[in-house]
């Protein structure tokens, strides 16, 4: 298929508690495997097998892009992974980044002589913001979704990692810039401005809580529903839209969970040299983004 063989492989986080953690990291690699753009795709987890150290040793091809699922740059891309997978001279000074900018890094797997091209995680990509419209117009049920609406992106917080508040912002910033929402904010369940106070910082009537997380869990679906007053117990349930303060509120869950995802993997293994081929565009078509525009015009925010 290729001149030289080329894997992908999907790290993610996983968990031993959520069985549901791991599913998005599932379809979005089947989504790649059945658009052929490589050779062999493979999953890879720190709670779940199967385990990121292994993962390398059970590919055969020479050319191996390993493309985190994981929301921010942090603990896990810049310590866990690259440890796990015994990537020779990693540092984090390699992807010369402030915190949104990490792209990729070559390195060796010495221990079984492979050239590992070692992206950034999908959170911080550009695509991703078309990721966050797209959520959007899924629990609308509406492509056209934004005038008259506001949007809340929202994310954990500061007190884990302050790169995680920097994603989120990112993507706030290029979503309003293009000027498809009437209001676009930044809200973090651990520091200001607070989820819980949702309908505070929006003057629509119609508000879509988009939580930048990669699977729905405990935070998705327990923490944020009751914390902006969805509900008052999780386990019964939540309207879409409910209505809070006179606010119209459709609350989508986890960004990850949506299929477009998949393309925001691809387009990391892209630009760290995979040969993708037309997949980019399948995926889209599959994915219900937008399959068949030039490069220039892919993006929600046109670049």
């Not at 010495?110 to 629990?139: F, L, N, W």
């Not at 506001?150 to 290029?174: F, I, M, P, Q």
Request: hydrophobic share 35%; net charge negative.
């Amino acid at each position: 298929m290729h001149a030289h063989s080329q894997a992908l492989v999907v790290v993610a986080h996983g968990s031993h508690l959520n069985p549901d953690a791991s599913n998005p990291t599932y379809a979005h690699a089947d989504t790649i495997r059945d658009a052929g753009a490589f050779d062999e795709v493979r999953e890879a987890f720190w709670k779940e097998e199967p385990h990121f150290r292994e993962v390398i040793r059970t590919l055969e091809s020479e050319e191996i892009y390993v493309v985190p699922l994981f929301i921010s740059e942090g603990y896990f891309t810049e310590q866990v992974i690259p440890r796990e997978l015994r990537l020779e001279g990693w540092d984090p000074e390699r992807w010369d980044s402030d915190g949104t900018d990490a792209s990729q890094a070559t390195l060796e797997a010495t221990d079984v002589g492979k050239r590992v091209h070692y992206c950034g995680p999908v959170g911080t990509h550009d695509a991703m913001s078309d990721v966050i419209v797209q959520r959007a117009e899924s629990v609308t049920d509406d492509s056209d979704v934004g005038d008259g609406f506001g949007l809340a992106v929202v994310g954990h917080g500061t007190e884990r990692n302050e790169n995680s508040a920097k994603a989120v912002e990112y993507h706030a910033d290029r979503i309003r810039e293009s000027g498809r929402f009437d209001e676009v904010e930044a809200l973090f369940m651990d520091e200001e401005p607070e989820v819980d106070d949702v309908t505070d910082f929006f003057e629509s009537d119609d508000v879509v809580v988009v939580p930048l997380f990669v699977a729905d869990g405990y935070h998705t679906q327990e923490d944020i529903p009751e914390d902006m007053g969805l509900t008052d117990d999780y386990r019964t349930g939540w309207d879409v839209p409910a209505t809070v303060d006179d606010t119209r509120i459709w609350y989508a869950g986890a960004v990850g969970t949506e299929a477009l995802t998949a393309d925001v993997l691809l387009e990391r293994a892209a630009d760290a040299g995979a040969d993708v081929g037309a997949a980019i565009d399948e995926v889209r078509r599959r994915t219900g983004g937008t399959g068949n525009e030039s490069e220039n015009e892919r993006s929600v925010t046109g670049d």
